[in-house]
């Protein structure tokens, strides 16, 4: 009977867990006892209607003319009572499967309100990004643009993605040593897949792959790439904070740069309390957002405690040191990248121009997006640069090479690196979406 109860508890904290309130059949405990020669399995009752109940009045029974022994009738009882416990394993086990197969459904119109609210977005990205623009200017723009910069621009991003793999081996030194090549085909095809399949299934695709290509754990890679976002957030930040005050920028960005400069000192003491007290961060994170839906608060809550659990390699300083500079120059080639893409449109703006457009990027692409970006990067181009007093028809050419010089070279190689492991898309669409349940991936590149 013991068992039995068990397996109503386990069943009960299933539907618990989902938020649905478990059945009285399910809360009351099943009880046995024995009275003389009876045997009964008590059951609450609508528990009891799914279960054949077992209640042999074994006193009445008889053999032939000889009254059966007690250890026999007993020994029957226990037979029925075992027959009971597999009826209720059974149903226990269709409950389970029915829990599994709502959970299912609820995971798939999660990512389906993910796809359509990405979609929704680029869209209306693309619009606010094209709406004061002439096309003709935009062609003019792009076919008179000089295609020699497509070289340095290339060699900027090529540089970028490899200092991302030395970063990654950074954070996952506490768990294994990895060389740059270890990391790399899973890395690439990631972005490749984010820009082909909807919902960021690039970012589970790369924990799938790399957590089986190296035996890693899931959850350790998923806590890594928090950290990675929060690396790539500070050092964009910190260095537009640092040309707003230092360097001469127009007016409009001067208040927004001391606001700027606060967020990033915010962040940075955050980023410290998280590395050296973070229990007591993530509790007092779930006490700031109790205020919040249940929903958004878990997720919240989800992706701090996570973060805490890839700080690992921030508690060594030489690691520290190593992951803090190449965030930084990681910062300054994606900035040199965009900078070389508007110099290649014919439009000279200050360096600062592109840390600009760096840090409203990096900002931009948390949010819900089409795959590849596409309306994302333009209305960042646009925005970005503005101030400056560069029209919107040239900004979007310079987004347009910028963007498809970056998202064939990266696509290109990540597909490369995808026929090599011996898989094709639709088998790491798969792969991205049954590792969903480790967690919801972080946003971004």
């Given at each position: 009977m013991r068992a039995i109860n068990n397996k109503k508890r386990t069943l009960n904290n299933q539907l618990l867990c989902m938020g649905m309130s478990p059945p009285a059949s399910l809360r009351a405990p099943a009880t046995t006892y024995f009275s003389g020669w009876r045997s009964d399995v008590v059951m609450s009752s609508d528990f009891g209607r799914r279960v054949t109940s077992v209640s042999p009045r074994l006193s009445a029974h008889r053999c032939g003319s000889t009254s059966m022994s007690l250890t026999s009738l007993r020994g029957q009882g226990l037979t029925s009572i075992g027959r009971t416990h597999d009826s209720i394993g059974r149903l226990c086990d269709t409950c389970a499967a029915d829990t599994r197969i709502r959970s299912d459904n609820m995971a798939v119109n999660k990512q389906r309100l993910s796809i359509a609210a990405g979609i929704a977005l680029?869209?209306?990205?693309?619009?606010?990004?094209?709406?004061?623009?002439?096309?003709?200017?935009?062609?003019?723009?792009?076919?008179?643009?000089h295609i020699a910069y497509a070289l340095p621009l290339l060699a900027a991003v090529a540089l970028f993605y490899w200092l991302k793999a030395v970063r990654i081996c950074m954070?996952?030194?506490?768990?294994?040593?990895?060389?740059?090549?270890?990391?790399?085909?899973?890395?690439?095809?990631?972005?490749?897949?984010?820009?082909?399949?909807?919902?960021?299934?690039?970012?589970?695709?790369?924990?799938?792959?790399?957590?089986?290509?190296?035996?890693?754990?899931?959850?350790?890679?998923?806590?890594?790439?928090?950290?990675?976002?929060?690396?790539?957030?500070?050092?964009?930040?910190?260095?537009?904070?640092?040309?707003i005050v230092a360097a001469h920028v127009p007016a409009a960005l001067v208040k927004p740069g001391y606001f700027i400069g606060g967020l990033e000192l915010a962040l940075l003491a955050l980023t410290v309390a998280m590395v050296m007290w973070t229990r007591m961060f993530v509790n007092l994170v779930r006490v700031a957002t109790g205020f919040l839906p249940g929903t958004l608060r878990a997720g919240l809550t989800h992706q701090v405690e996570l973060g805490g659990a890839g700080t690992h390699a921030l508690r060594r300083p030489r690691l520290l040191l190593g992951i803090a500079v190449t965030s930084v120059l990681q910062s300054l080639l994606r900035a040199?990248?965009?900078?070389?893409?508007?110099?290649?449109?014919?439009?000279?703006?200050?360096?600062?121009?592109?840390?600009?457009?760096?840090?409203?990027?990096?900002?931009?692409?948390?949010?819900?997006?089409?795959?590849?970006?596409?309306?994302?990067?333009?209305?960042?181009?646009?925005?970005?640069?503005?101030?400056?007093?560069?029209?919107?028809?040239?900004?979007?050419?310079?987004?347009?090479?910028?963007?498809?010089?970056?998202?064939?070279?990266?696509?290109?190689?990540?597909?490369?690196?995808?026929?090599?492991?011996?898989?094709?898309?639709?088998?790491?669409?798969?792969?991205?979406?049954?590792?969903?349940?480790?967690?919801?991936?972080?946003?971004?590149?």
């Open positions: 680029s869209v209306v990205f693309l619009w606010l990004s094209l709406k004061d623009t002439d096309f003709a200017q935009i062609r003019e723009a792009l076919v008179h643009a954070l996952l030194r506490p768990l294994r040593s990895l060389s740059v090549s270890d990391v790399v085909p899973a890395m690439m095809i990631g972005f490749a897949a984010n820009n082909l399949l909807p919902a960021r299934l690039g970012d589970l695709a790369r924990v799938y792959l790399l957590g089986r290509q190296q035996s890693l754990s899931k959850v350790s890679i998923l806590a890594s790439m928090i950290v990675e976002r929060l690396f790539d957030l500070l050092a964009a930040l910190g260095l537009l904070a640092l040309v040199a990248a965009m900078y070389v893409a508007v110099l290649a449109v014919g439009v000279d703006v200050p360096i600062s121009a592109a840390l600009v457009l760096l840090a409203l990027n990096i900002a931009a692409i948390t949010l819900p997006s089409a795959p590849g970006f596409f309306g994302t990067i333009q209305l960042c181009f646009v925005l970005a640069l503005k101030p400056y007093g560069v029209d919107a028809s040239n900004a979007f050419a310079a987004s347009v090479f910028y963007h498809v010089l970056e998202y064939v070279a990266v696509t290109s190689c990540g597909l490369y690196y995808l026929k090599s492991v011996g898989r094709d898309l639709g088998q790491i669409r798969k792969s991205a979406g049954l590792g969903a349940d480790v967690a919801d991936a972080p946003a971004g590149r």
